[in-house]
């Protein structure tokens, strides 16, 4: 089983988003449940390509909400690297310019 952990730049994102965008209270908790599937499923999430090659994503409580991970096997562990909005044009998954 694959311990999941969250990046400091992921919390940072989550916490912006919660500010941003008026989350509910148990945001935290919806997103820990989101990802708890990825104890037992590390490579859940479809593979993202190009400049993002190497991590995955889950969909987070709302279906808008990008949850970006790396599964580093050798440690297993699952990091989440990034937490996005998908209707940014900034989102891991639009095509760069």
Same mark, same amino acid.
């Given at each position: ?8 730049? *992921? $919390?940072?994102? =989550? !916490?912006? @988003?919660?500010?941003?965008? /008026?989350?509910?209270? !148990? ?6 449940? /989101? @990802?708890?599937?990825? $104890? ?6 479809? *593979? =993202?390509?190009? &400049?993002? !090659? ?5 969909? +987070?409580?709302? &279906?808008? @909400?990008?949850?970006?991970? $790396? ?9 989440? $690297?990034?937490?996005?909005?998908? +209707? /940014? /044009?900034?989102?891991?998954?639009? !095509?760069? @310019?």
């Amino acid at each position: 089983m694959a311990r999941v952990e969250l990046a400091v730049a *992921a $919390v940072e994102d =989550l !916490d912006r @988003l919660i500010r941003t965008h /008026s989350l509910p209270a !148990d945001t935290r908790a919806r997103v820990a449940r /989101s @990802l708890h599937s990825l $104890v037992q499923f590390p490579r859940l999430g479809p *593979a =993202l390509t190009g &400049r993002w !090659d190497g991590y995955r994503f889950i969909l +987070g409580p709302w &279906r808008w @909400l990008i949850l970006v991970y $790396v599964f580093i096997e050798d440690e297993d562990r699952v990091v989440v $690297v990034t937490i996005q909005d998908a +209707g /940014s /044009s900034t989102a891991v998954t639009a !095509d760069p @310019l």
